[in-house]
Each structure stands twice: as structure tokens, then as C-alpha cells.
């Protein structure tokens, strides 16, 4: 079993950013694909940036050129960088890890963009 813990969440200011982390509990290399997904209130959760275990990554619209996901083997950890950040970022932000056999969530952590 893997746990994941979210960590870097809260409240910031449009326009300002903020730096998330996932850290495993084990060897992130079992997850072919690692990712980070949102909630917003009343919306079903979507995913924002995903990142394989070679390294290619690819975003969802609404966040591509504002966002970074990046991975840390020897850590077994991921991280979103957020830049840029809109009042409609505002969810619960969950780190997941993925195989052919399962898949891992963390708890989720806040982020709160708002004046």
C-alpha cells in the first residue's frame, strides 16, 4: 500500500502563485502515470496535469502554459507549479498515482484564489 500526501495548498491572490507537492510513501516508479487533479465546489473532478514515468506531461487546456507538473524520483514525489492564478482554480487539488493494476489518491489539499 502507498500512501500520498498533498501538501502546499491555500490562499493566494489572482495573478499570484503557488507550488503544490505530493510525496509518496513509497517508490513512485511502480505508477506508469502520475497526475493532479481538482474539485470545485458542485463540480465533478477533473484532471489538470499528468506526467509519465519517462517524464512527458501533458495539461489540460484551462492550465497549459500556467502550470508545471514535475517529478522527483530520487524524492518519490511530484509537484504542481501554479502561476498565473484565476479566481476559477479555486478546488481541491488531489495527487494521483497510476499502474495497469491500480490507482492511489491523496487526501487533497485547498487552494483558494480570491481577493
Known amino acids: 500500500q502507498v500512501q500520498l500526501v498533498e501538501s502546499g495548498g491555500g490562499l493566494v491572490q489572482p495573478g499570484g502563485s503557488l507550488r503544490l507537492s505530493c510525496a509518496a510513501s513509497?517508490?513512485?516508479?511502480?505508477?506508469?502515470?502520475m497526475g493532479w487533479y481538482r474539485q470545485a465546489p458542485g463540480k465533478q473532478r477533473e484532471w489538470v496535469a499528468v506526467i509519465s514515468s519517462g517524464g512527458d506531461t501533458n495539461y489540460a487546456d484551462s492550465v497549459k502554459a500556467r502550470f508545471i507538473i514535475s517529478r522527483d524520483n530520487a524524492k518519490n514525489a511530484i509537484y504542481l507549479q501554479m502561476n498565473s492564478l484565476r479566481p476559477e482554480d479555486t478546488a481541491v487539488y488531489y495527487c494521483?498515482?497510476?499502474?495497469?493494476?491500480?490507482?492511489?489518491w491523496g487526501q487533497g489539499t485547498q487552494v483558494t484564489v480570491s481577493t
Open positions: 513509497g517508490s513512485i516508479s511502480r505508477f506508469n502515470v
Open positions: 494521483q498515482g497510476s499502474n495497469s493494476y491500480t490507482t492511489y
